[in-house]
């Protein structure tokens, strides 16, 4: 038997093993195999993945329609922009994460009964709440109810909202019906308020409010989203939400069914507030950002890790991505050198800036020294405290994620039959990290998957368990050099620069975006369409607004094939 | 006195027309009171030198082996099962796919299962016309953050379709006890609440059946789970409140709400395993549901029991179970987590026992099918999986019993809970977990 790995967290590394706290994930495997060719994997320098950075691509296919269902920040982020109520996403039904991404795992994930109780009372809720408050009920509902039969109120209020909620217009049979519930809420109960009530808790437990049913109209021979699909399609990936009146009134207009009407409708939304979703909601996705609340430090050595640290930490990192898209207009690389920082009192606290001024709920955009010790979102909180366990930080979980997510390589299973183990330092005399991970580079069996991990995360040994700066493990100095695509590198630093500038993270960057934003993963066919995205990105200088508004302008994201 | 009902589909509670006049049973079709469910689950395995008892048999053939010592009180309701063989173990995802197989018999496609859970094979059989087809509770959310479904949860109604555990005791509560009040007086309008939330329910019906009208196949099923769940809520809507208190435990009709929320530590304390078995227990026995998952801890959870001892305070998985130096059957750190669980494991059996259901007790009435994601975490050892069955299905399966099936198949197992549940299925599991005859010698 072979002895691989180190104590402690270390050996969730043995561990490729998802068991680990990692994100190894099975399902691109499979589809790789069910696609054929698909490039999921075999990421090499040159060109995006091996289809793509083959000669002959094969020609791009539009994917099958999906019926994806609402992941729970969208869910949250509706309510919230039609109630104004806010729901806590942890009392809804867990998503499916599939290659990485909520918003893949959507067009998969079937409801449990106690999801459809949870989505149930939300509303229910939500809808209570808002219906309580007489002035906004009023404003809400816009009219005043009769309580008669078919009352034009009611009518109206229905058409209306059912238009929002399920992001088309209600079919006349489809609003009778809802009128016929007003009308029968209002009798039995008494009030006319209750027969508007009911027809919204209605609408919004309906399957049309929380599937996104986007198959299609055929056009000219060729299946294309309808117009009101796209409004939908845009509003999720840009705002994260539903989509506005205006974003309704161009489906209607039919402004939706060309590149430059898309064009126009997703530059508006990028100025609308919500606009920074459209980075900030990837940016939580991609950087896993909802693990962060459901993860537990120990409380002896880490009493500072609290709920506001945790949501200090989700803020930062997302914030960080936004401010350097719309307030810097920057390359989006610069995220892996940037002293921006997003922090509220408990973070700023961390990161040893002054928190004058702030506290748990009051958040800044500060800046770090710029010869410290952490710049770019590998040395942020929000990143370094998810690949550690409640005590140690661990280099092999942080390393595999910067390989999977930022270069879009896999790294294989470990051998079966590995012992993981190997013996705790003896007590007087102390091991860093580093010396206990001696095993992983010296011995060939580990180093040959180890070598693609730790020397990605061995330079972020200078942040513990939370994340926060140190120079000494366990009374030692730390050595924090490791490499980079073969490129040695000294401390965080400069592990940051080097990813800043590597080509192969620029191109990950495309393929993760895009499978964010059609929702489904990678396949061989979509090969031709990421080489021209990539392009476009790397000649706006990786702006990444001009990344979303390629991807949304694409015949990929306007095309669908048939239900399967 | 209470009874639980028959296989036959009605709506629950039992009218009381339906029970003799102790109400301890249908006396009118003279069969027993249905046997209850649960898959009673920890994560990362035993140690197979100190979970196995030494000898075979019945009775005072047999004793209870070091970790299993604690249910020593409950030994005449303990059938232990030894010898069987994950078959569907795949390296580099051992827990995952180990999980997956102790629970559906079948591996993984992707991040999801490729077959139901047991527990949701015998809700097929027994759970109609209960108000929850089935529950889900767990102790600790202590996870490895991994994407497979069977790391999140070890109840699936088929792939892609988890059941996930509440780990919230007053979630729990509000969730089973909301809408036990008594029905409002028939002349308040509120009385119509219930009418008009049936409307509402038939509207959202009406919306997903011409939803389905436009899907493929596998979508339009996936509406159907959805729709089936809504016509799940309908039906407690329907249902008749909870009687007088005359066949109950007075704890159904005036619960107490726990005291203790959700383990946010990740050491699956004992208050909280105290709050959940007394739930589990309160579920089964006021007639909510007769199939649950209990989840003491998931696969290859990250959980820390410093409140154990000082020198428990490290990573369970990782620093423990994999970390410490020993072999299968010296694993001292290890030895005492699992007993840990057995210990929790205890307390839940000692509820049932004490709870009266039809002529005798919970534990005599349910079936309790206990065990983990791996059987020796150190290495993912996939021989000598533990299993554990606690309590006598009324009386199908007699206990007090242990039975070697070296190298046989781990489906058997959970073919064998199938058909002791009264389930008409005659295989379970997929690919080398594809069984289709059961352990000889459970089932009475």
């Not at chain 1, 001024?357 to 952490?374: D, E, I, K």
Request: with cysteine.
């Amino acid at each position: 038997m072979i002895a691989c790995c180190a104590v402690s967290v270390a050996c969730t590394a043995r561990l490729l093993e998802p068991a680990g706290n990692d994100s190894t994930d099975t399902s691109g495997g499979s589809a790789a195999a069910g696609a054929g060719a698909s490039v999921t994997g075999t990421g090499g320098a040159s060109g995006v993945g091996g289809s793509a950075g083959s000669a002959n691509p094969p020609p791009f296919q539009p994917a099958p329609a999906m019926l994806r269902r609402l992941t729970r920040t969208q869910f949250r982020n509706a309510v919230r922009d039609v109630f104004g109520i806010e729901v806590d996403v942890a009392d809804l039904d867990a998503d499916t994460w599939n290659a990485g991404f909520a918003t893949i795992g959507a067009s998969s994930v079937v409801t449990s009964e106690r999801g459809v109780e949870q989505y149930n009372s939300s509303v229910e809720t939500a809808v209570n709440t808002l219906f309580a408050d007489t002035n906004k009920r009023a404003l809400f509902i816009g009219c005043t109810p009769t309580g008669q039969s078919s009352d034009p109120c009611v009518r109206s209020y229905i058409e209306k909202l059912g238009l929002r909620a399920w992001r088309r217009p209600l079919t006349s049979p489809e609003l009778d019906r809802f009128v016929a519930l007003a009308t029968k809420a209002t009798t039995d109960l008494g009030n006319a308020i209750e027969g508007a009530r009911w027809a919204t808790i209605a609408l919004f437990t309906s399957p049309s409010f929380l599937y996104r049913a986007e198959l299609g109209t055929t056009t000219n021979g060729a299946l294309r989203y309808t117009g009101y699909e796209m409004a939908s399609r845009l509003a999720f990936l840009i705002w994260n939400s539903l989509p506005d009146q205006a974003l309704l009134d161009d489906a209607a207009a039919g402004r939706l069914t060309s590149p430059d009407g898309i064009r126009s409708a997703a530059l508006r939304m990028f100025d609308a507030p919500a606009g920074r979703e459209a980075v900030g909601a990837f940016a939580e996705e991609y950087m896993r950002l909802d693990r962060i609340a459901t993860q537990a430090k120990d409380p002896g050595s880490f009493p500072e890790y609290t709920a506001a640290l945790q949501a200090g930490m989700v803020r930062d990192m997302r914030g960080t991505w936004e401010a350097l898209v719309f307030d810097d207009d920057t390359s989006i690389f610069d995220l892996f050198t940037t002293t921006r920082v997003v922090v509220n009192a408990e973070l700023a606290g961390l990161y040893g800036l002054d928190p004058t001024g702030l506290t748990s709920t009051t958040f800044q955009l500060r800046s770090l020294p710029a010869n410290g010790p952490r710049a770019g979102i590998l040395s942020k909180a929000g990143f370094l405290s998810q690949f550690a366990n409640q005590k140690e930080g661990s280099p092999t979980l942080r390393g595999k994620f910067i390989r999977e997510a930022l270069t879009c390589r896999t790294v294989p299973p470990p051998p079966p039959d590995v012992n993981t183990s190997l013996p705790d330092p003896p007590a007087d005399k102390p091991m860093t990290k580093r010396q206990r991970l001696e095993a992983h580079r010296t011995q060939e069996v580990c180093a040959s998957c180890h070598g693609k991990m730790d020397p990605l995360g061995l330079p972020l040994e200078t942040f513990d368990a939370i994340g926060k700066f140190r120079t000494t493990d366990h009374g030692l100095m730390i050595d924090p050099s490791g490499e980079f695509e073969g490129t040695p590198v000294a401390d965080a630093r400069e592990l940051g620069v080097a990813v800043s500038d590597s080509a192969i993270v620029a191109q990950c960057l495309v393929r993760k975006f895009y499978t964010y934003a059609v929702g489904h993963e990678e396949r061989a066919v979509d090969a031709n369409v990421l080489n021209a995205l990539s392009q476009s990105f790397q000649a706006s200088g990786y702006d990444l607004r001009a990344l979303i508004i390629a991807v949304v302008t694409e015949d990929a994201f306007s095309s669908v094939a048939p239900q399967l | 006195m209470l009874a639980t009902g028959t296989s036959i589909a009605i709506a629950l509670p039992l009218l009381e027309i339906m029970l003799n006049e102790s109400g301890t049973a249908l006396a009118q079709t003279a069969e027993p009171v249905s046997p209850l469910y649960v898959t009673w689950f920890f994560g990362n395995g035993s140690l197979p030198g100190r979970w196995k008892p030494a000898k075979t048999g019945t009775g005072a053939e047999w004793a209870l082996s070091p970790q299993l010592e604690v249910l020593a009180e409950h030994k005449s309701h303990l059938t232990v099962i030894s010898g069987l063989e994950n078959k569907i173990v795949v390296a580099g995802v051992e827990h995952p796919t180990g999980s997956a197989g102790a629970t559906t018999g079948a591996g993984l496609t992707g991040n999801a299962v490729k077959a139901p859970s047991i527990d949701q094979v015998v809700a097929n059989a027994i759970s109609a016309g209960a108000p929850f087809r089935s529950l889900e509770v767990g102790v600790t959310p202590a996870n490895p953050n991994g994407p497979q479904d069977s790391l999140a949860t070890v109840s699936h109604k088929g792939p892609n379709a988890r059941n996930m555990p509440e780990f919230d005791p007053r979630a729990l509560f509000t969730r089973l006890f909301t809408g036990t009040r008594p029905p409002p007086n028939p002349t308040d309008p509120a009385a119509k609440l219930p009418d008009v939330r049936r409307s509402v329910l038939d509207a959202v019906l009406a919306d997903g059946q011409s939803l389905q009208a436009r899907l493929g196949a596998v979508d339009r099923q996936r509406v159907e789970q959805h729709l089936e769940s809504i016509r799940a809520i309908e039906k407690r809507l329907q249902t008749v409140p909870p009687g007088n208190g005359t066949t109950l435990p007075p704890a159904c009709t005036s619960p107490t709400a726990p005291a203790v929320g959700k383990d946010t530590r990740s050491e699956a304390p004992p208050a909280v395993n105290t709050a959940m078995a007394e739930l589990a227990m309160l579920a089964l026995a006021c007639e909510k549901t007769r199939v649950l998952s209990f989840m003491f801890s998931l696969p290859a959870a990250h959980v820390y029991y410093r409140h154990l001892a000082s020198d428990m305070d490290d990573d369970f998985h990782d620093t423990i179970c994999h970390g410490d130096a020993g072999d299968p059957s010296n694993q001292p750190r290890v030895d005492r987590g699992v007993i840990y669980a057995m210990t929790c494991l205890d307390e839940f059996l000692s509820k049932l026992k004490a709870t009266p259901h039809g002529t005798s007790n919970l534990l005599d009435h349910a079936l309790v099918y206990v065990t983990s994601d791996t059987a020796w975490g150190k290495i993912h050892t996939k021989a000598e999986w533990p299993v554990l069955f606690a309590g006598k299905a009324g009386g199908r399966v007699r206990g007090d019993g242990h039975f070697n099936f070296p190298g046989d198949n781990l489906s058997k197992a959970l073919l064998t809970v199938a058909q002791v549940m009264g389930s008409t299925v005659t295989e379970i599991g997929l690919d080398a977990g594809k069984v289709t005859t059961p352990l000889s010698g459970i089932r009475v």
